[in-house]
């Protein structure tokens, strides 16, 4: 779960980051003073708390260019007046809190946006524009470098699925759930059955490459995979 705190007060940013913590041992929430600097970061959040009232660009102006960048992004706005209310709501805002927060209000909040975010990433595919196919990410195994061309390797299915694309592009419209494990490797974790030092076991029996330098971080990236409560070899 990734989440980022935006409020150009200090103490404001701290205080929701801490409760942040408090909720959800071990997450690390990344905090931006401004809205410009949430944008220029370039990363993607599955939760955005956003202060309306901020100096440059508000709040409002940056959730627009954030809509355009991650559609799928919870957004919940943090101010300390009413107006900005319908604004909010056109932007498809998933909460308004009002300043000061109230620890209990903040922790519902959280809790439902949590469930909303998992409900987004059981409900997103793949969308293959060039072969017109919506593939549910829960679906794809691996997907492989072929050149110009990458095949998508599908539960199930007897034949991959090749298509015009990159492995830049299709990594980054991947969930979390998707490790990119070598130059021309993408794994989903759900798959994993076996790793070693060089290599990965998927539960059809197909193995890939991993990266001897990536080793040490696909382990972490699986281990918090499972963690979270993925299932191993699903």
């Known amino acids: 779960m990734k989440i980022a705190v935006v409020d150009d007060e200090k ?17 690390c929430p990344a905090a931006y003073a401004s809205g410009e600097e949430l944008l220029a970061s370039g990363e993607r ?3 955005v708390f956003l202060d309306i009232q901020m100096d440059g660009r508000n709040g409002i102006e940056t959730a627009k260019c954030l809509r355009k960048q991650q559609e799928e992004t919870v957004l919940i706005f943090v101010t300390g007046i009413r107006e900005y209310v319908f604004d909010a709501l056109d932007l498809y805002a998933f909460q308004y809190l009002l300043k000061p927060l109230e620890e ?5 909040v959280l ?16 969308f293959i524009k060039t072969r ?3 593939l549910s990410q829960a679906d794809i ?15 199930g299915a007897r034949e991959s699925i090749e298509i015009y694309a990159s492995m830049e592009e299709l990594h980054k419209e991947l969930g979390e759930d998707f490790y990119r494990c070598h130059r021309a490797y993408i794994v989903n974790m759900a798959y994993v059955a076996e790793y070693s030092s060089d290599s990965i076991l998927l539960t059809n029996g197909d193995k890939v490459y991993l990266a001897k330098k990536k080793y040490g971080e696909f382990v972490k990236a699986y281990m918090w995979y ?5 299932v191993p070899g699903v």
Do not use: W
Not at 104 to 108: G, T
Not at 111 to 126: H, I, S
Not at 226 to 230: N, V
């Open 45 to 47: 959040f599955d939760i």
């Open 226 to 230: 499972l963690q979270k409560g993925g």
């Open 132 to 134: 017109n196919l919506t």
């Open 141 to 155: 195994l691996y997907i492989e470098s072929k050149a110009k061309k990458v095949e998508i390797h599908v539960a």
């Open 11 to 27: 103490v404001i940013r701290e205080q929701i980051c801490a409760r942040i913590e408090k909720q959800m041992p071990g997450e």
């Open 104 to 108: 209990k209000k903040l922790a519902e």
């Open 111 to 126: 809790k439902r946006a949590e469930k909303e975010v998992q409900k987004k990433k059981e409900q997103r595919g793949l």
